[in-house]
């Protein structure tokens, strides 16, 4: 497919090309098509002029609102809230693996030989992973009212797809010798799965659980905003007070757990993995 | 004949280890669960809700549908312009804190840029450019252009660490300014991983282009916020459907790109081998 491709024009000399006129013309349609996509979103797109030009004013008023940063709020509200974030994280990627386990596994067409059962997995995966933390934190704020219950799930249910598509590809590359030592043992389904599979997908599934917990700690910061606990919660109430210097302190606060979970998940993973 | 007896071991025993962690787990469990209020009798309660809450999803609500198209529309919008300004930044932060081609005094102001730029969810710097540029799509291209610095910014560094340093060598050996370097010898190894980031985080900017609206920052997310708020959920149903419909539009076109830029599929290949397109993998983040 990617073959050069050679010309010969009527004089001698050969002139060698990287692509063919066909792929050529492809990528020069893609690079055209991007063009006219910028153009047209840069013309269409609503941005207003004064609000541009007011731009670095109210940068500086912002910055000016935020000073001195509100310490003093931290151990009254934020605290609490930072920590109920933490455990919205881990708990919802605690529930996504042990949900995202079974699915990965029905995903993983050498483990459950089946395309209709594969498919269905997948659709589960699919749709889990096309939904963002936000709406799924919507629609458990709809079920289950506003609060950190809210917040676990949207967590888990974001993470299940995730999960369960690197469990699956994972699954999927595993080397298929042990495997088939275990069945010409007459191993049953289970102790292949525990001790072919198992083994081999363990520090990629580890992996694969932390990567998830840094972007979980990330995400559910954010959750608060839309009702479903956690620091946004105080963020959001700080936001419609305008006290600027509480925001700020949220914002520190949040820039330090997302530096400290990455600094930790590095650490565990150079260690232990 | 001790090495007979080291053999005979059992080679699954376990070691204590994982069981002290697995019972730390469980404790925590119990611990985070209290923290939270989670108990059994909330999650029932919220079981008996749920049926009357999906039963006002349904049937989905498109009667507004000009509004829904102008809300998609911008997130679109914002999608692509937060991508292109993002990348354009990017290219250069990216470079400046590559270690094996920069000195240190660049490469580390370069690497505080981006991992400052990603530490913060889109969402969350959305709301600071909300205060700065006022409410709309402005917002949301600036927040995106932000996720997007952090994001390609970091791949990009990674991947100019990996390259192969022979290249780079034999075009400095020849006199090569420092630019031709870069032409020749460092983006024709890292150009088609570039296409892949590229790709991903328009991908990754239209998902959060639907959502920065919940802050004011432009697109259908304001729409979505709103009508969830007025507890007009058959719109909500009908927003949902539309944003999943988009992404997943989305989705096919990055594939479709990644295949002719690294694959170079021509879009005769596309048509004819849409199921071959599946083995372009990539990482994910979000």
Redesign the interface.
């Known amino acids: 497919?990617?073959a050069p491709y050679a010309s010969a024009p009527a004089s001698h000399e050969r002139i060698w090309q990287r692509?063919?006129r066909?792929?050529r013309?492809?990528?020069f349609?893609?690079y055209l098509a991007v063009v006219v996509?910028?153009v047209m979103?840069?013309q269409?797109?609503?941005?207003?002029p004064e609000?541009?030009a007011?731009?670095p004013e109210?940068?500086i008023d912002?910055v000016t609102r935020m000073w001195p940063i509100d310490f003093a709020h931290y151990p009254d509200a934020i605290h609490a809230a930072l920590?109920?974030t933490i455990?919205?994280a881990?708990?919802g990627t605690?529930l996504a693996l042990v949900l995202a386990l079974p699915v990965g596994v029905l995903a993983a067409n050498n483990l459950v030989p089946s395309l209709p059962v594969n498919l269905f997995a997948k659709l589960i995966l699919v749709?889990s992973r096309?939904?963002?933390s936000?709406?799924w934190a919507?629609?458990f704020v709809?079920?289950?009212?506003p609060?950190?219950?809210a917040g676990?799930l949207a967590i888990a249910f974001r993470s299940i797809g995730?999960v369960g598509?690197?469990f699956g590809?994972a699954l999927d590359e595993a080397q298929r010798g042990p495997i088939e030592a275990l069945t010409a043992a007459g191993a049953p389904w289970l102790s292949r799965l525990t001790?072919g599979y198992w083994p081999q997908v363990r520090p990629a599934f580890w992996s694969i659980a932390l990567f998830r917990w840094d972007?979980n700690v990330?995400?559910s910061?954010?959750l608060g905003?839309?009702g479903a606990?956690g620091i946004g919660m105080v963020?959001d109430s700080a936001?419609n007070l305008f006290q600027w210097n509480r925001?700020a302190m949220v914002?520190l606060a949040?820039?330090v757990v997302?530096?400290a979970a990455?600094i930790v998940v590095t650490q565990v993973r150079r260690r232990v993995i | 004949m001790s090495t007979v007896s080291a053999i005979r071991d059992d080679p699954?025993r376990r070691s204590a280890w994982p069981r002290v962690a697995a019972v730390a787990?469980l404790v925590?469990?119990v611990y985070?669960?209290a923290?939270?209020?989670?108990s059994w009798e909330?999650?029932h309660?919220?079981l008996d809700?749920?049926a009357r809450?999906f039963s006002r999803l349904f049937p989905p609500n498109f009667t507004r549908s000009d509004l829904l198209i102008k809300g998609l529309?911008?997130s679109?919008?914002?999608a692509?312009?937060a991508s292109?300004l993002g990348i354009v930044l990017a290219l250069p932060i990216g470079l400046a804190a590559a270690r094996n081609l920069m000195p240190a005094w660049i490469s580390w102001p370069a690497r505080f840029v981006i991992?400052a730029a990603r530490?913060?969810?889109p969402?969350?710097v959305a709301?600071?450019f909300v205060?700065?540029?006022?409410f709309?799509?402005?917002a949301g291209?600036l927040a995106l252009t932000v996720a997007s610095i952090g994001f390609i910014g970091k791949l990009f560094t990674e991947a100019i660490e990996e390259i192969s340093d022979k290249q780079v060598e034999a075009i400095r050996a020849t006199g090569a300014p420092f630019a031709s370097v870069l032409a020749y010898g460092v983006l024709p190894q890292v150009f088609s991983r570039f296409i892949g980031f590229a790709t991903y985080q328009l991908d990754s900017n239209l998902?959060?282009s639907?959502?920065v609206g919940?802050?004011g920052a432009?697109g259908i997310g304001g729409t979505?916020?709103a009508a969830?708020q007025r507890f007009d959920?058959d719109y909500?149903c009908a927003i949902?459907i539309s944003?999943?419909a988009l992404?997943?539009i989305g989705e096919l076109f990055a594939t479709a790109?990644r295949a002719?830029?690294i694959?170079?599929?021509?879009?005769?290949?596309l048509f004819r081998r849409g199921a071959a397109m599946r083995h372009v993998?990539h990482t994910?983040?979000?």
Do not use: P
């Open positions: 497919m990617a692509f063919s066909a792929q013309l492809t990528r349609a893609v996509a910028i979103a840069a269409t797109v609503e941005i207003i609000f541009l007011d731009a109210q940068m912002l920590m109920e455990h919205i881990t708990l605690l749709s096309s939904v963002n936000l709406v919507l629609l709809g079920i289950f009212g609060g950190a219950l676990t995730f598509k690197l590809e001790f972007i990330r995400e910061a954010v905003l839309v606990g963020l936001l925001v914002l949040i820039f997302v530096i990455e | 699954f787990l925590y469990i985070a669960c923290q939270l209020d989670v909330r999650v309660a919220g809700n749920a809450f529309t911008e679109l919008e914002i692509i312009l292109t991992v530490s913060l969810h969402v969350i709301i600071i205060k700065a540029v006022g709309g799509a402005l291209i998902r959060n639907t959502m919940i802050v432009g979505l916020f969830f959920y909500v949902l944003i999943i992404i997943m790109i002719i830029f694959e170079n599929a021509t879009f005769a290949d993998r994910e983040d979000d």
